[in-house]
Structure formats: C-alpha cells, structure tokens
C-alpha cells in the first residue's frame, strides 16, 4: 500500500466552528507532514511529525492544532479559521531516516473553504 | 535559508515534443536532496524524479531525466516524446539531508501538451 489518504476531500465551514481533518497511511513511515496550499501557489510547510513527536512548527497561528494519535494518523483540528486560511491541505509521509528512501509521498489533499 | 527558483511560469509544447523545464536553487548545505513534483489538475501530487547532491550521475525515470549541475546549482527537467498526460503543474523541490525535512517548492511551472 503506497497511499496516504486524506478526509474529507471537501469542507466548507464558518469562522466559529471546529472541524478535523484526517490523514492516514499504511506504509510504515515515522515522519508525517502537513502543507497548505493556495491557489497556483506551491505548498508551504506548516507541522513536521516524527516518531508521533511535533518536530517542526512552521510559525502557524493556534487556529491549527495538529495532533498524531499513532504512526499512521494525521489529524489538523481547526477553530475560528479566517476566510484566508481557505486552501488545500496536503498531507505527506515519509521514512524517518536520512537517505534516498526519505522521498514524501502526498494525498490528494482536502479543499477547505472557510465562510 | 534555502530557495529553488522556477523562471518559468508556463510552458506549451506538441505531443511527442521534448521539453526542458528550469530549477535554480541557493543553500549552504553541501548534502540534500532535489525534487521534481508533478501537480495534476486533479490535484494530487507525485513524485517524479529525485536526484542526491552526492551523486555526480543524473537521475533517469524512463522518459524524465535531470540536468544536475552542483557547481551552478542548477536542477532542469527533461521530459522526451511528451504525453498528454504530462500535462500538469510541475515543482522543483529542495530538502536538506537528515531525516524528516521540509520541502522547500519553487513557485512552479505549468506545462501544457498539445495533441
């Protein structure tokens, strides 16, 4: 299984809700990684996660909360976002260590779209 | 800090053409790795290509090859006997060596193939 999927694909929520989204992969790898992307923009980096341990913290705002529950499971809760933070939200994964096997494997990302 | 700089913003070709895409990037390091994504229109983003600092030969994947020049740090695409399906944005990528690492993207370049 060389996939990581991502849930929901979709979400369109208002500034006062709280909403998760969820990333999951079954390929063994330590490192997971969240990204936002705008549009016609490459993606920036926004949590590293290494060994279910936050690792990088991109200077994001506390709106975003991520959390790994376990080697496989990527969450980013969301409260309060502002309309700009309307995107697609990239998850990635990869080996942990150093080497030509530490290439990010991406899915196919959720399009949120705050109100 | 690093930076990959893409000067090409859009690039249109026939099928069965060949094409070159551009990369430049800036860093330090002496050790690190080098990307090329491809971005869909629907979205979901692959890995092409990738090619280690320490390595002098350039990287092949069937009809995807790389010009790597580390002494001018430069990093360009070739894609020969081009496909609709390459159609695509595509994104040269920078990380460092040492386990989970940001990418770091260039801005990108959008290639169109043409029937």
């Known amino acids: 299984d060389t996939e990581v999927t991502q849930t929901p694909k979709h979400l369109v929520m208002g500034m006062t809700n709280k909403k998760s989204l969820k990333c999951e992969q079954h390929?063994?790898?330590?490192?997971m990684y969240w990204y936002k992307q705008k549009a016609k923009k490459p993606p920036e980096l926004m949590f590293v996660y290494s060994y279910e341990k936050l690792s990088i913290n991109e200077s994001v705002p506390s709106r975003f909360s991520p959390e790994c529950p376990n080697s496989s499971l990527l969450n980013l809760h969301l409260h309060a976002l502002q309309p700009e933070d309307s995107a697609l939200y990239l998850c990635a994964s990869s080996h942990r260590g150093a080497g030509p096997l530490n290439e990010q494997f991406f899915g196919p990302g959720t399009r949120l779209t705050v109100l | 800090a690093q930076t990959v700089t893409q000067s090409q913003p859009e690039m249109s070709v026939q099928e069965a053409e060949t094409v070159t895409l551009s990369c430049t990037y800036d860093?330090?390091?002496?050790?690190?790795?080098l990307f090329w994504y491809k971005q869909p229109p629907s979205r979901q983003m692959i890995l092409v290509i990738r090619?280690?600092?320490?390595?002098?030969q350039n990287a092949t994947e069937n009809r995807f090859s790389v010009n790597f020049q580390k002494a001018a740090k430069s990093f360009s695409l070739k894609i020969s006997d081009s496909q609709l399906g390459d159609t695509a944005m595509y994104f040269c990528?920078?990380?460092?060596?040492?386990?989970?690492?940001?990418?770091?993207f260039g801005q990108g370049t959008r290639l169109t193939i043409n029937p």
């Open positions: 090619q280690e600092a320490y390595k002098q």
């Open positions: 390929m063994g790898h330590r490192a």
């Open positions: 860093t330090s390091e002496n050790n690190y790795y």
């Open positions: 990528a920078f990380m460092k060596e040492g386990g989970a690492q940001k990418l770091v």
